[in-house]
């Protein structure tokens, strides 16, 4: 079983990536392969001027061909989620997500953009043709503390038992959606060297 984590936040040391990598240690301690991509690893230029033909975005989608599910972790940017991640979205061919689960998770400044996961993020993830999207997870900056709360970024970061257990009943959902699916992927040729060990946070380290 293979998962392509796609980090959606422009930020070097981001929350919605906190969320991001909780699931990314459940599931490879469930021997899960992963593949993990952040939107800010993109050529800017190639996703502002939509070139449909660079190789970063011809590596992605054959990428996204060779695994069974997504998990995309995206911070509510104006109601919405960020434009690079919507840069990225829009070079990808029509049934880009087809045959995968995917489980959208979303962090915001409060509560007030709650339905940016259901309205902006979900309604994207079905034109792409997703098979299954898992219900999600919408967290607000309160909920996730760094060690520090003066703002120190370079300790540990903790989730609220709440959203940890709402992460936890939206992963088995996700894992059992996806072993439900038939077996349809590609192989992928670049196999080894796509898959890294703990890419997504090694800013802030593993969760406590
Ligand atoms: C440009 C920008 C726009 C934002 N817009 C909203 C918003 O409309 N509603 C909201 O609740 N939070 C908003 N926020 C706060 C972020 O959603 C929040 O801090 C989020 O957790 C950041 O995630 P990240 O650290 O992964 O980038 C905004 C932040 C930025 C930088």
Redesign the pocket.
């Known amino acids: 079983m293979r998962i392509l984590f796609l980090g959606g936040?422009?930020?070097p040391?981001?929350?919605?990536?906190v969320l991001l990598n909780y699931v990314y240690q459940w599931l490879t301690q469930e021997g899960i392969e992963a593949i993990t991509v952040r939107v800010s690893d993109f050529d800017a230029d190639a996703l502002i001027n939509a070139n449909f033909h660079h190789p970063d975005i011809k590596h992605f989608i054959t990428q996204l061909e060779s695994v069974d599910g997504v998990v995309v972790?995206?911070?509510?940017?104006?109601?919405s989620y960020p434009g690079g991640l919507k840069a990225l979205f829009d070079l990808l061919p029509e049934r880009a997500l087809e045959n995968k689960v995917v489980l959208p998770l979303m962090?915001?400044?409060?509560n007030?953009?709650l339905l940016a996961l259901d309205y902006s993020l979900k309604p994207v993830l079905g034109v792409l043709k997703a098979e299954e999207i898992i219900s999600g997870v919408y967290a607000c900056?309160s909920q996730i503390e760094y060690g520090n709360k003066a703002g120190d970024k370079t300790t540990e970061p903790t989730i609220s038992a709440e959203i940890r257990s709402r992460l936890d009943q939206n992963i088995r959902a996700f894992f059992r959606a996806v072993q439900r699916r038939p077996l349809q992927i590609k192989p992928l040729q670049t196999r080894s060297s796509e898959i890294k060990s703990s890419p997504l946070l090694s800013a802030v380290g593993e969760i406590k």
């Open positions: 936040s422009p930020a040391i981001s929350k919605s990536s972790a995206a911070p509510v940017y104006k109601a962090t915001a400044g409060s007030s953009h900056d």
